[in-house]
């Protein structure tokens, strides 16, 4: 039994896993100068320390979810299928079931200077919201408080 089929098989309540579902890598993410940080490495790591769910969301990329989800086959662990959009309206985490989920959502999604540390998604928030529903993908605001987060870029909070 795989930890997913262990995660449907719980009737009901709660089970606390040891997760990580904002992991960037070596070769996708501009951020990350760490060339021991690829999606092999970081899979075998997460299964070392025990963690039962990963999702590497690289920066407008997906390129290394395809790696970790062939490197996570055979071993206790769930790689679900990510990436962190940069939005005109801060970060967005983007999950779905499966690989090819993920690469339909991204391709309907506009990106300019891909592959460079300046690489943003130009779709808005709201419209990757929509396009992520039908696809039974879910999201998460990543980044909210800081520079170009989704509070201080949407001014239609009161500040606290």
């Known amino acids: 039994m795989n930890i997913a089929d262990e995660i449907i098989a719980v009737p009901?309540?709660?089970r606390f896993?040891?997760?990580?579902?904002?992991?960037?890598?070596?070769?996708?993410?501009?951020?990350v100068k760490d060339g021991t940080m690829t999606a092999e490495a970081i899979v075998n790591t997460a299964v070392?320390?025990?963690?039962a769910l990963i999702a590497i969301t690289?920066?407008?990329e997906i390129t290394n979810v395809q790696r970790?989800?062939?490197?996570?086959?055979?071993?206790?662990?769930?790689?679900v299928p990510g990436v962190e959009l940069s939005t005109p309206q801060g970060h967005l985490l983007?999950?779905?079931?499966s690989y090819e989920n993920l690469e339909a959502f991204c391709g309907?999604?506009?990106?300019?200077?891909?592959g460079k540390q300046e690489s943003r998604c130009q779709t808005g928030i709201l419209e990757c919201l929509n396009e992520i529903d039908p696809a039974k993908g879910f999201a998460i605001l990543a980044h909210v408080d800081g520079d170009g987060g989704f509070e201080t870029v949407v001014k239609c909070y009161p500040n606290f």
């Open 12 to 14: 009901s309540g709660a």
């Open 17 to 31: 896993l040891r997760a990580d579902l904002h992991i960037h890598s070596y070769g996708s993410s501009h951020d």
């Open 48 to 51: 070392a320390e025990h963690l």
């Open 58 to 60: 690289d920066h407008n």
């Open 68 to 79: 970790a989800l062939a490197a996570s086959a055979g071993k206790q662990l769930l790689v």
């Open 94 to 97: 983007v999950y779905f079931d």
């Open 108 to 114: 309907k999604l506009t990106f300019a200077d891909r």
